[in-house]
């Protein structure tokens, strides 16, 4: 009948994030000159067929013919699959290895306990496969924790420069600092001020028009993306019943 907090989740929960990965997904193909906001994508009528796998959208019949904004702000799996698939399948470590220039394949080295380490696997991995490009494009076959996750959003609200975590700024004894922690910055620019423009703008619009309006009216204003990734139950593949919703974003 005790309630106790014995693991912090959001430190050491490391699973697939879903829709929070989209925003690095359009973010790489926007710095490669790929796309830009008002670049069109054909969603369809809600599924598509990517090898032997059929995505889907949330919205039954589709979204059709959208632009990157629109694709963005309704939260479309097959907006974003197509796109990177588009222009990485050819070569894909070359999206992988931005993903690493942007360091979300590292772990932040907090000065807390339990940290687990992110997951994106390279091309060359053995479970690499066919449907591995469209599938990560939208949060899926990579693992992030919540913390890591918010440490890339904090890198774009504060205009590209990707800053360690800072918990404890000072150790004090006596009314003294004894230690004193200054910030660590992780990535200088984790893209152009162009890219990172664009993205916030992707974000603003999440919240005026797009999956999370419900934070539209509040007497400040919101950026962000929602999440919501099926869970792996490590038997049987994906539990449709059964799923992880999160929001990511700043104010």
Sequence with gaps: ????????????????????????????AMEHGFIDLDYKVETGNGSFEF???TMYDSKEGGYGTITVKEAFALS????????????YKADPQKFIDELYVMRLNEPLALEMPGEDSPVIKSANDASWSGISLPWISHG??????????LTFYNAVANNGKMVKPMLVKSVREHGRDVEVFE????????ASEETIEK?????????RSGTAMNLKDASYSIAGKTGTAQI???????????????????F
């Design 199 to 207: 993205a916030k703008e992707m974000l603003e619009e999440v919240v």
């Design 140 to 149: 899926y076959e990579v693992a992030m924790t919540p913390m890591q996750i």
């Design 1 to 28: 009948g005790r309630y106790y907090e014995s693991y912090n989740f959001a430190v050491g929960a490391s699973t697939e994030p879903g829709s929070t990965f989209k925003l690095a997904s359009y973010m790489i």
């Design 232 to 250: 792996a139950d490590g038997r049987t593949g994906y539990d449709k019943g059964s799923h992880q919703a999160s929001f990511c974003g700043y």
């Design 51 to 53: 090898y032997d796998k």
């Design 76 to 87: 479309s799996n097959i907006g974003i699959a197509r796109i990177i698939d588009k222009f």
């Design 183 to 190: 910030p660590v910055v992780l990535n200088e620019r984790i």
